[in-house]
């Protein structure tokens, strides 16, 4: 099964934001949560998407409720996809100033 575009970054970075913003290692908010500490890491690595329990788990000790915690990954989650459109409109803004200056005048 393929991922959503951008979902495993957008947990990884809203999770470690929270995480943070909260004051927590991620040792404590493993503990808070029942979930295995190096899963955390590793979901905060971009490694792995959470599962729908662990999401529970998480808004749980986090103080959200679970829908808000996956509407704050899907908000990210689409901001990163905008980043993402903006740099390729912005590449192909750039490539052919690129190739032009390479090749040099057309009218020599």
């Not at 290692?25 to 295995?36: N, V, Y």
């Not at 955390?40 to 679970?66: H, S």
Request: charged fraction near 30%; avoid cysteine.
């Amino acid at each position: 099964m393929e991922d959503h575009p951008k979902l495993t970054e957008a947990t990884a970075r809203v999770l470690t934001s929270l995480r943070e913003d909260a004051g927590l290692s991620k040792r404590k908010l493993a503990t808070l949560t029942g979930i295995d500490r190096v899963y955390l890491l590793q979901l905060e690595q971009k490694k792995y998407r959470p599962t729908l329990n662990a999401v529970f788990l998480l808004a749980q000790a986090l103080g959200l409720p679970p829908g808000r915690l996956v509407d704050m990954i899907e908000a990210e989650r689409l901001r990163l996809l905008d980043e993402a459109t903006e740099a390729d409109v912005q590449d192909l803004r750039d490539a052919p100033e690129s190739r032009n200056q390479q090749d040099g005048p057309a009218d020599q």
